[in-house]
C-alpha cells in the first residue's frame, strides 16, 4: 500500500511540474486565439451592403477578410470621435450614441464566422492567403437584389468622384468592422473597403435604418478611393 501511494505521489508531482507552454507560444500557434467572434446581429448589416453596393448579376464570388478592420482605410489613423468631428461624415447628421457605440466596438478586431447569406459563394481570406470555401446558403426573400444600386454610390455633398468598371465574377476583397447601432438598435453604422488585386478600391462608411425586420441604406458615405496609377 505504502509503494502505491509513493507511485501516486511521483506521478502527481510529475504532472504539476511540467513546464507551461509559453503565452507568445501559444498565440503563435493561434495568431486568432483571445478575439472574439462578430456577435450574429452584425451579419444582416453585412448582407445588407454586399446586396446593395457589390452583387452583380455576374457575381460569382465574394472575398472577405477574416478579421474585421479597426480603420476607416489604409492610411487612416486610429478611429476616434475627434476624427468623426475633424471630418464631418454624413454632414455630421449621425447620432451621437450611434457613433459611440461603433468606435468602441472597433477598438480591436473581431473574427467572422460563417454566418454570411447574401445568395452567392464566399472564401474568407488571411495573410496566409484563401481559406477553404464556405458552402452557400440560400438567399431569403427579404434581401432581393436591387440592381438600382451600383457598387460606388456616392453621396451628392461628395466630389470623390466614382469607380466605373465593368462588373467581375469575384468581389473583394471587402474587409468590414463591427457595426455600431444607436440605443433604440434601429440604426446602425458600418465600414467597409474593398481592396482589389489591380491596385483600385474604395471605402464606403454606410448608414442603415431598420424597416420592420429588414435592413436598408439610407446614406453612404466614400472616405476614400484607390486609382490605378
Not at 504539476?16 to 478575439?35: I, K, N, T
Not at 489604409?74 to 461603433?102: I, K, M, Y
Not at 458600418?190 to 489591380?198: I, K, L, M, T
Request: contains cysteine; proline residues 7%; glycine residues 8%.
Amino acid at each position: 500500500m505504502r509503494t502505491v501511494l509513493v507511485v501516486l505521489c511521483l506521478l502527481l508531482l510529475t504532472i504539476f511540474c511540467l513546464p507551461a507552454a509559453p503565452a507568445d507560444v501559444l498565440r503563435a500557434e493561434q495568431p486568432d486565439a483571445g478575439l472574439e467572434p462578430v456577435p450574429i446581429e452584425d451579419y444582416a448589416i453585412y448582407d445588407r451592403v454586399v446586396m446593395d453596393k457589390f452583387l452583380t448579376s455576374q457575381t460569382k464570388l465574394v472575398l472577405i477578410e477574416r478579421l474585421t478592420v479597426t480603420r476607416l482605410g489604409p492610411d487612416w489613423p486610429p478611429t476616434s470621435l475627434a476624427l468623426f468631428e475633424e471630418n464631418g461624415f454624413f454632414e455630421r447628421r449621425l447620432p451621437r450614441d450611434l457613433v459611440q457605440d461603433f468606435i468602441a466596438k472597433n477598438r480591436r478586431p473581431s473574427r467572422l464566422e460563417a454566418r454570411f447569406n447574401f445568395g452567392v459563394g464566399y472564401r474568407f481570406i488571411t495573410e496566409e492567403g484563401l481559406e477553404p470555401e464556405v458552402s452557400l446558403v440560400p438567399v431569403p426573400a427579404a434581401f432581393a437584389y436591387s440592381s438600382g444600386r451600383g457598387p460606388c454610390e456616392t453621396h451628392p455633398s461628395h466630389t470623390h468622384g466614382s469607380l466605373t468598371q465593368a462588373a467581375p465574377a469575384t468581389v473583394g476583397i471587402l474587409g468590414f468592422s463591427r457595426a455600431g447601432f444607436n440605443v433604440k438598435g434601429d440604426q446602425a453604422l458600418v465600414y467597409v473597403g474593398d481592396h482589389r488585386e489591380d491596385g483600385t478600391g474604395a471605402g464606403f462608411l454606410l448608414w442603415l435604418s431598420r424597416r420592420g425586420q429588414a435592413w436598408e441604406i439610407a446614406d453612404t458615405d466614400v472616405l476614400w478611393i484607390a486609382r490605378p496609377e
